[in-house]
């Protein structure tokens, strides 16, 4: 269901007077809590050719076009893959096989991924996926992939 319906249907029941655009601007401004240390090696990683930056997540569309686009993300990767998006949420198998076959990902690649959610890392392996844990930005930068390429 689409999320604005959603809210506008069970704002009905509630006394909430605002509009359902004015609360989801003042939810998704809120609840956005960007780890700057990430989005600058995110930014260092974008600025080398020999790298493809993707992002997947498991958003509805009105959340992952702010994402996009509200927040900026669209200036570092070259794709979004989210769950409204494929059909698929983000801790299921599919998700992650149908990234595969929409980047048309083959075996020997192992795309590099971090998640902070051990099911879901355990899902993108299982998809085929060179997958890690991540808590905070030395996860990304001390990877050995990363810290390859920074130091090129």
């Known amino acids: 269901m689409d999320l604005k319906e959603a ?3 069970a704002f009905s029941g509630l006394q909430y007077e605002g509009s359902v655009d004015r609360f989801v601007a003042y939810w998704f401004t809120k609840d956005s ?5 990430v989005l600058g090696v995110v930014a260092r990683l974008a600025e080398l050719s020999s790298v493809e930056l993707y992002l997947a ?8 076009n702010f994402l996009w686009n509200d927040l900026g993300f669209k200036e570092h990767f070259k794709e979004i893959f ?9 801790n299921t198998p599919e998700f992650f096989e149908t990234i595969n076959r929409m980047l048309d990902i083959s075996p020997p690649e192992r795309p590099l991924y971090f998640d902070d959610q051990m099911e879901i890392v355990a899902l993108a392996c299982e998809a085929g996926w060179d997958a890690s844990m991540f808590e ?4 990304v930068v001390n990877h050995r992939q990363i810290r390859d390429l920074l130091t090129e």
């Open 33 to 37: 809590v960007i780890n700057a240390d």
């Open 82 to 90: 989210y769950s409204a998006k494929l059909g698929h949420l983000k």
């Open 7 to 9: 809210l506008a249907e």
């Open 136 to 139: 905070s930005a030395e996860d």
């Open 57 to 64: 997540t498991g958003q509805e569309h009105y959340r992952a």
